[in-house]
């Protein structure tokens, strides 16, 4: 199993999840990933955790329920990282989308 690239779509619904954990009108366009990682995985719900897996992988939740812990935050990681999280999150700020 591996993170994949989203469509816009489901990168829109991800930057919604997140949203809620990151400052999105706080985004620095210097700042890192693994500047805001550490706060995000504290703070994150195990519900929205597995909806951004599921969106992340395009994988089910029977799926993603069975790797262990670091497989899953490596592709939690990974994913984030693959859909620069921090660039999502400013056009999600600019296109004026809310999130839940």
Sequence with gaps: ???KILNFPN???LAQILG???GVEKIDAQETVLDFITDVI???NPFDYSRSMIILTQASLDEIS???GDESVNLFLSGLGKN???SLLATYKT???EHE
């Design 11 to 13: 990168a829109m619904k």
């Design 95 to 97: 296109i004026g989308f």
């Design 1 to 3: 199993m591996e993170s």
């Design 20 to 22: 809620k954990y990151i």
């Design 42 to 44: 504290k703070r994150i």
């Design 84 to 86: 620069k999280i921090l």
């Design 66 to 68: 069975k790797l262990s």
